[in-house]
């Protein structure tokens, strides 16, 4: 069965800081990965996807993730934490395979500290 | 941007009753879908329509929903009689291919049955 896992449920950075939030996935099938994130009250945002080619990609924000096939990650990394990337963030992947569905993991809440 | 608008943004009905839950996705896109969020969890994959049929459902999508496409720009969800376990956030979503390729979201609808 497909599944996605985030092992973070929350993370604290400080404002300035550098961020890894983790992805790992579990496929049978060669995986379409997503990154959206979501504000409180609001709706998920498309931060960036990776569908092939270049395994480092580059998001809005000055978000980019990097796909590692040989440890099954999609890991999304900002250089410099800012007070409004306070959010939580969701992984997903999907595959042609199992049609237009996306499986989402648990999300991890990003924290800002100033 | 072309946005997928939703409709209202937060409902709260009485256990046992109907609810219709409203979206117009993006006007040049052809397939379309429901996702929900219980609080505290995974956004869950409930159905995916296209051509006026469904075209995929999950487990969860038993025989009190339905989703439809009244005319043209509209596309509901309806719970046909509502449980406290239906709480949760529903998003719409809309994408253009046909594939994994990832959706553009609504902001969500809150339903809070009581």
């Known amino acids: 069965a497909q599944s996605v896992t985030q092992p973070d449920i929350h993370i604290t950075v400080s404002e300035g800081a550098s961020l890894e939030l983790r992805c790992n996935y579990s496929y049978g099938a060669t995986p379409y990965l997503f990154w959206y994130v979501q504000s409180p009250g609001q709706g998920l945002q498309l931060l960036l996807k990776y569908f092939s080619g270049d395994t480092l990609v580059q998001g809005i924000k000055g978000f980019e993730a990097e796909f590692k096939r040989s440890q099954s990650s999609f890991n999304l990394r900002k250089p410099s934490v800012h007070w409004s990337d306070a959010a939580e963030y969701f992984c997903a992947v999907g595959a042609m395979e199992y049609g237009n569905k996306l499986v989402f993991g648990a999300g991890t809440i990003l924290r800002v500290k100033s | 941007e072309p946005e997928v608008t939703q409709t209202p943004s937060h409902q709260v009905t009485q256990m046992g009753q109907e609810v219709i839950l409203r979206c117009v996705p993006i006007?040049?896109?052809?397939?379309f879908y429901w996702y929900r969020q219980i609080l505290g969890q995974k956004v869950e994959f409930l159905v995916s329509f296209y051509n006026n049929e469904i075209s995929e459902k999950s487990e969860i999508f038993d025989d009190q929903f339905s989703v439809e496409r009244p005319d043209g720009s509209n596309f509901t969800l309806k719970i046909r009689s509502t449980k406290l376990e239906d709480s949760a956030m529903y998003f719409c979503?809309?994408?253009?291919?046909?594939?994994?390729?990832?959706?553009?979201f609504g902001s969500g609808t809150r339903l809070t049955v009581v």
């Open positions: 979503a809309s994408s253009e291919l046909d594939g994994p390729y990832g959706y553009t």
């Open positions: 006007s040049n896109h052809l397939y």
